[in-house]
């Protein structure tokens, strides 16, 4: 039975969306292509209608997961951005978190368009958290977006490593809430200057 352009694009979408959640849980190394189409309750062999391949897959998925990022920190202030972020909530759901936290140290070793994906991925995260007031000046935009660079590795550096501890382990909520305190008294530090 063949199914309409509207469908087809339905399901590239929903097996996009899928595969964002799968690979941020398991990493893209841990999810199959049969287990992924199965996941999103479409055949295997369909895969290959929607993608040339499992690298242009996980350059469309980083791209969702972004979106996703972005749309979660729109609107929110820096303090509530870094609360949340560096929250046991966050920690606890990569599938629903920061592709940038999941997937980081597995894009290093993907193809070229994986890596851009990231790499614009990065920037619209960076453009968000600028927030509307931009400063004014080469300069003072250089040092601004420099000092967004540091906070977000250090964040997503703070995630990447309580993960990396066992889920019950001090040692996980300790990195949260050293970071997440160094971060807001920075941020405090800053806004007083």
Same mark, same amino acid.
Do not use: W
């Given at each position: 039975?063949?199914?309409?352009?509207?469908?087809?694009?339905?399901?590239?979408?929903?097996?996009?969306?899928?595969?964002?959640?799968?690979?941020?849980?398991?990493?893209?190394?841990?999810?199959?292509?049969?287990?992924?189409?199965?996941?999103?309750?479409?055949?295997?062999?369909?895969?290959?209608?929607?993608?040339?391949?499992?690298?242009?897959?996980?350059?469309?998925?980083?791209?969702?997961?972004?979106?996703?990022?972005?749309?979660?920190?729109?609107?929110?202030?820096?303090?509530?951005?870094?609360?949340?972020?560096?929250?046991?909530?966050?920690? !606890?759901?990569?599938?629903?978190? %920061?592709?940038? /936290? $999941? #997937? =980081?140290?597995?894009? +290093?070793?993907?193809?070229?368009?994986?890596?851009?994906?990231?790499?614009?991925?990065?920037?619209?995260?960076?453009?968000?958290?600028?927030?509307?007031?931009?400063?004014?000046?080469?300069?003072?935009?250089?040092?601004?977006?420099?000092?967004?660079?540091?906070?977000?590795?250090?964040?997503?550096?703070?995630?990447?490593?309580?993960?990396?501890?066992?889920?019950?382990?001090?040692?996980? !909520?300790?990195?949260?809430?050293? %970071?997440?305190? /160094? $971060? #807001? =008294?920075?941020?405090? +530090?800053?806004?007083?200057?």
């Amino acid at each position: 039975m063949k199914i309409t352009k509207a469908q087809s694009q339905a399901n590239r979408a929903h097996i996009v969306e899928t595969a964002s959640t799968l690979f941020r849980e398991r990493g893209y190394d841990g999810v199959g292509v049969a287990d992924l189409m199965g996941a999103a309750g479409l055949t295997h062999g369909g895969f290959y209608k929607h993608f040339q391949s499992k690298a242009d897959l996980m350059a469309e998925a980083a791209m969702c997961g972004f979106s996703e990022t972005v749309a979660k920190t729109e609107g929110a202030d820096a303090a509530a951005f870094i609360e949340q972020y560096l929250s046991r909530e966050h920690r !606890d759901a990569p599938g629903s978190g %920061c592709t940038m /936290a $999941a #997937l =980081s140290g597995d894009a +290093s070793r993907q193809p070229e368009r994986v890596k851009e994906a990231f790499a614009a991925g990065i920037e619209r995260l960076l453009e968000t958290l600028e927030g509307e007031e931009k400063p004014k000046g080469a300069t003072a935009r250089r040092i601004a977006r420099a000092k967004r660079l540091d906070a977000f590795a250090q964040v997503v550096g703070a995630i990447v490593l309580s993960r990396a501890c066992p889920d019950d382990s001090a040692l996980a !909520d300790e990195i949260l809430d050293a %970071c997440r305190s /160094a $971060a #807001l =008294s920075r941020m405090s +530090s800053s806004n007083k200057a």
